[in-house]
């Protein structure tokens, strides 16, 4: 993939804004940065963990519990002097580390039946690169893939539902990633002047969305 932001994002969906702002603002550190209504009774709060965007969608209608593949979500940073293992108030589990020079900005720890199929799918059809203990990289971003069972993964659901990529041509890289084994879960679609985007599930159906956002790449065209 051509990204062009070098960090991961990742969305979450919840019924119970003020208690996860509040978690995720004051203990987690994230910083909100904007208010954006996408749509079906959901406003997205999206929060600066470094160069990466936390996507809290609240949606008006009541979500489903359902499983995720988003196992877990690591963040680092100054304010934490020793590695907590936290719920936020959804149930989704967080981990807060000490910043250290050799740290990503975050780590997304996601579950998958077969690794050895999700590898070659993170590697082939989305191109990613790894580093010496194995974690596939998204520029600052770490990826890592924790084998498990993952049962049918459901886009709008309470929890970390999905990553996302910021790319310069997304029709392009959502046809490349269904070429090398992707799976399509939403076709290109234009949002305004804001954004194209798509959907595209790995081997366990976890949701990866493609972007191409104007406010980075400048142009939709």
Same mark, same amino acid.
């Given at each position: 993939?051509?990204?062009?932001k070098p960090a991961?994002?990742?969305?979450?969906?919840?019924? *119970?804004?003020?208690?996860?702002?509040?978690?995720?603002?004051?203990?987690?550190?994230?910083?909100?940065?904007?208010?954006?209504?996408?749509?079906?009774?959901?406003?997205?709060?999206?929060h600066a963990i470094?160069?990466?965007?936390?996507?809290?969608?609240?949606s008006r209608t009541?979500?489903?519990?359902?499983?995720?593949?988003?196992?877990?979500?690591?963040?680092?940073?100054?304010?934490?002097?020793?590695?907590?293992?936290?719920? *936020?108030?959804?149930?989704? %589990?967080?981990?807060?580390?000490?910043?250290? *020079?050799?740290?990503?900005?975050?780590?997304?720890?996601? !579950?998958?039946?077969?690794?050895?199929?999700?590898?070659?799918?993170?590697?082939?059809?989305?191109?990613?690169? !790894?580093?010496?203990?194995?974690?596939?990289?998204?520029?600052?971003?770490?990826?890592?893939?924790?084998?498990?069972?993952?049962?049918?993964?459901?886009?709008?659901?309470?929890?970390? !539902?999905?990553?996302?990529?910021?790319?310069?041509?997304?029709? !392009?890289?959502?046809?490349?990633?269904? %070429?090398?084994?992707?799976?399509?879960?939403?076709?290109?679609?234009?949002?305004?002047?804001?954004?194209?985007?798509?959907?595209?599930?790995?081997? *366990?159906?976890?949701?990866?969305?493609?972007?191409?956002?104007?406010?980075?790449?400048?142009?939709?065209?």
């Amino acid at each position: 993939m051509q990204l062009v932001k070098p960090a991961l994002d990742v969305g979450l969906y919840t019924n *119970d804004l003020d208690p996860m702002l509040t978690f995720w603002q004051q203990q987690a550190g994230a910083t909100f940065t904007e208010l954006l209504p996408v749509g079906g009774g959901v406003h997205q709060h999206r929060h600066a963990i470094g160069n990466s965007v936390l996507k809290i969608n609240h949606s008006r209608t009541t979500l489903p519990a359902a499983p995720s593949g988003l196992a877990q979500l690591a963040l680092f940073n100054n304010q934490t002097a020793e590695p907590q293992q936290l719920r *936020d108030p959804d149930g989704n %589990a967080v981990e807060l580390n000490p910043h250290h *020079d050799l740290a990503p900005n975050l780590r997304l720890t996601v !579950r998958v039946n077969n690794r050895s199929a999700s590898e070659q799918f993170y590697a082939k059809a989305l191109g990613l690169e !790894r580093n010496n203990q194995g974690a596939f990289l998204v520029g600052a971003s770490e990826i890592v893939l924790r084998e498990g069972t993952v049962g049918e993964v459901k886009q709008k659901a309470t929890g970390l !539902r999905y990553m996302t990529f910021q790319v310069a041509d997304v029709v !392009r890289e959502h046809h490349s990633i269904i %070429a090398n084994g992707g799976r399509e879960g939403m076709a290109p679609v234009r949002l305004g002047d804001v954004a194209y985007i798509s959907f595209v599930h790995d081997p *366990d159906g976890n949701w990866i969305e493609i972007s191409q956002r104007k406010s980075i790449t400048g142009s939709l065209d």
